[in-house]
């Protein structure tokens, strides 16, 4: 990593208050700009994550040098987070957004603004980029969304392929209500402040789990912020990052395909939920702050950088690999494509047997365990292990041994022509690699519960003992099978704690002969190589990284053989303890626990747990702990939430909520 000192232009710095058009209500917002009088074009971050504390050190990674560079860089605490007045909402609501619109234009109206707005931002402020985007604010030029969804239903963390993600509905409410939990900062509020506007927050909040779970099919509630319903809404030019490792990444295909092409690229590479020049794992990194820049320059500042002249999707082809939970560096090459979908790719359609019998599905419930992170963070055991466990609580097809190299880019799909045995079911497909000593590498995987075989907004139960073909698109990804090697698809009913299972213990069956894997296969053909600069950023902020005392694993398996209960305990390990220049400390500590029976789909359990300090000095100390549990029975979900909030050891606020929920499809 570089990092650079020098700019061409001096960087002020300041805190500033941005009203809201209801007149009450003030968001925070630090900018840094050009020293000088000279209006610049405007970049905007605009997030729930705390911009004093949490992502400080990864504000002052890019921001000061967007200043740099001649751009005022404005990053802003969302309404009721951080140190913004209001109370928090439901994420990418409408205050939310409407705020956006506000604070877009009051960026664009400032004397040291000439007008036109850019917005950028990682996973929540991708997401509200696109959806700001959709409002079509006039200064708003152009976005840069990063491991971001054009679809909240299916490609978010709620429901995938219509199935319940109870790995990270319930983890990611669990993380929000501890998130939207935390206090304003004193120093920016002030010390009379804090504790009215704090209690005014809790005082607020409900579980996001609550809403989630009331909303099992896609309905107004998930169209809403969902920008694939109306891409024509975009006027602003769209750069679209993501990562194959990173769950997001199909809404970059998405995205190429139906923005207009002169308004719209995209970049997918091989990393996990992050920034692409932060260096964590898998890399290779590559300079995306100068990247970036040449998108601002193009659609900001009026500069031919030959942006648009790149191909509509630069992609990352991985090469095979050994089975890793980390890699440092993935080994492949880039490549482009000038339209997408791509005449360079075509369709390969593999059946998965020859004989007419059908195959028995029926897998124990804690198949999925060695699924990896939903949430790739760039940590040491984020990504899928050795397969080969997972195959055998599956049922596999392989092909024969590969007689040449082939490559896929896009998203595969399987048909499967199969019954189930219950009216309600759920069936997961995984590709693997499968090389000559047996070793199993995940490529993609998908879901589809089939009550939602008719479209995303229909529950359908299925009629036992009726064969049907279904078919379903899984994750996408740039990949090569080396020759020698197998493809494999492995079916499950099961997908623990991915996939929350259904009410009761079922099985499928598949009739191998009427169904297949259909390959994106790119055909290999002499392009013009791709380069990136190296990374570069600003100077990093001088925070002070605590290891803990007695560290425990990130992820540990545990199996009580008499029970037959199986237990996934995950420290997500987002940062952890720190202390910040200004003599802030902050400690935070985390564990998502999912149990589940081999044979009992009811016996499923998550839980997240969640403690969070914040103390500067002797004047300022507050806790928040926090739990949210998950469970179900045939007919309801139940839900149980929880928080203590405490000043200098005291109790602010105690809330409970218990809710129950029926279950409607998932």
Known sequence: MKYREQFEHR???????????????????????????????????????????????????????????????????????????????????????????DVVNWVAAQPWCTGKVGMFGISWGGFNSLQIAALAPEPLKAIVTV?????????????????????????????????ASRPPDPSQVGQDRWLPMWRERLDALEPFLHTWLEHQQRDDYWRHGSVCENYGAIDAAVLAVGGWHDPYRDAVLRLVEHLPDDRVRGLIGPWSHQYPDRELPPGPAIGFLQETLRWWDQ??????????????????????????????????????????????????????????????????????LDAGRFFPFGNASDLPPDQREEDGRSVCFDSAPLDERVEILGRPRVRLRLDSATPRANVIARVCDVAPDGSSTLVTRGVLNLMSRHGRDKAVEWTPGTYEDVEFELNGIGYAFPPGHRIRVAVSDAYWPWVWPHGERGELSVVPDRSALLLPVREAVDEPPIHFEEPEQAPPLPVTYDRPADPGPERLVTHDVAKGEWTLEVDPNYGGSRTYPDGLRYEESARETYRIRT?????????????????????????????????????DFIMDSRIEARANGETVVKRVWHRNTPRTSA
């Open 599 to 635: 044979d009992d789909p009811l016996s499923a359990n998550a839980v997240s747990e969640w403690t969070i300090r914040l103390r500067r000095g002797d004047d300022w100390d507050a806790e928040i702990v926090t739990r949210t549990e998950l469970r179900a029975t045939a007919t």
């Open 147 to 179: 491991c971001s969804t054009d679809d909240r239903y299916d490609n978010d963390v709620h429901y995938m392929g219509g199935a319940l993600l109870g790995i990270d509905m319930l983890a990611w409410a669990g993380t929000m209500l501890a998130f």
């Open 11 to 101: 960087i002020v710095r300041e805190d500033v208050w941005i009203p809201t058009r209801d007149g009450s209500t003030r968001l925070h917002a630090r900018i840094w700009r050009p020293a000088g009088t000279d209006p610049v074009p405007a970049l905007l971050e605009y997030l729930p994550y705390r911009k004093s504390d949490w992502t400080a050190p990864r504000d002052a990674q890019r921001h000061p040098w967007y200043a740099g560079h001649g751009y005022a860089s404005v990053r802003v605490d969302i309404r009721g987070h951080g140190d913004s007045e209001g109370t928090p909402g439901d994420e990418y609501d409408e205050q939310e957004l409407a705020d956006g619109v």
């Open 299 to 368: 659609h900001l500042k009026g500069i031919d950088t030959g942006v648009m002249r790149e191909p509509l999707l630069r992609s990352w082809i991985n090469d095979p690999v050994p089975p890793a939970t980390s890699y440092d560096v993935m080994p492949g090459r880039w490549v482009g494509d000038t339209n997408w979908p791509s005449p360079a790719v075509t369709w390969d359609e593999r059946p998965l047997g020859t004989g007419g019998a059908p195959v028995l599905v029926r897998s124990p419930q804690h198949t999925g």
